[in-house]
């Protein structure tokens, strides 16, 4: 296979990754790979002095208010935890870490990422919150999920969900891709640039991504500098930016705001406890 470099156009305009991703699988290549062996990762253009393409969405209908199919669906409310293997959960070892950067390449803390995937049969667990949690990136914009391999199933290749959040900014719900499933070529869903890079690591696999946020790293309207309302307070709304400590109601409850974050439908107060706590 032809290794792919990480390059500019002659006439100057760097070419996005998305860009040489889609062109290498345009060409045939199974894998898009830089001259290391590898992905590329946000990382590699990190510190160049480049603005970084923003990770693009992927979104196959699993959000809250779609109810028109059977199968996997986003749920709310997921548990804090960095690890979603419980004791005996059949599967493959597999973690996923890596960074989240602004488009100019700063980390950013405070992320929040909610993760959820089929189970090793290819199953969501729609009863309880097996192989779903959420957890936010640590100084220095670092992740990481200890879980399993998902298991396929019908339609679709093998694949991770995941919300993104930076503090005050819109939700990029998307999804992570393994390299070399057969079904990444006829996935309609399916987008290189999802890819992680991904080895073997003792009987399981590790996996790595960095995900670009369209975020500068400056504070945005709803961050935890903003001054918090407390009170008045009012009636939760959905689309507006909240700031850590600002307090709404809703349905007759009071709650906090514990992680700055622009409000949309399905994230309801109780149905977030990584944003809202009930008073
Ligand atoms: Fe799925």
Redesign the pocket.
């Known amino acids: 296979m032809t290794p792919l470099p990480h390059r500019d156009t002659g006439a100057g305009r760097p070419i996005s990754r998305k860009s040489l991703l889609k062109a290498a699988v345009a060409a045939g290549a199974a894998v898009p790979l830089l001259s290391s062996g590898t992905v590329a990762l946000a990382r590699d253009a990190a510190g160049r002095g480049r603005t970084l393409s923003a990770t693009p969405a992927c979104d196959?209908g699993?959000g809250p208010t779609h109810d028109q199919i059977e199968g996997?669906y986003f749920k709310p409310a997921s548990p804090l935890r960095t690890n979603l293997v419980d004791p005996g959960t059949p599967g493959t070892p597999l973690t996923v870490s890596g960074y989240v950067f602004g488009r100019r390449c700063a980390p950013l803390s405070g992320v929040l990422l909610d993760f959820w995937q089929?189970d090793d049969a290819g199953d969501y667990d729609m009863a309880g919150y097996t192989l779903r949690g959420h957890q936010f990136t640590a100084a220095g914009g670092a992740f990481s999920l200890t879980t399993i391999v998902p298991g396929l199933y019908p339609g679709?290749t093998r694949?991770l969900?995941v919300k993104v959040q930076a503090p005050g900014r819109p939700v990029l719900t998307t999804q992570l891709y393994f390299p070399g499933e057969p079904r990444n070529t006829t996935d309609a869903l399916f987008d290189a640039a999802l890819l992680m890079n991904v080895r073997g690591a003792g009987g399981g696999r590790e996996g790595t991504f960095d995900f670009v946020l369209d975020a500068d790293g400056t504070p945005g309207p709803g961050d935890p500098t903003d001054p918090p309302t407390d009170p008045p307070g009012g009636a939760w709304t959905p689309g507006r930016p909240y700031a850590a400590g600002d307090r709404v109601t809703y349905q007759g409850g009071a709650y906090r705001c514990v992680q700055a974050h622009i409000s949309m439908a399905g994230w309801e107060p109780p149905r977030v406890p990584a944003l809202w706590r009930r008073e």
Request: aromatic share 0%.
């Open positions: 196959d699993d996997p089929a679709r694949h969900h």
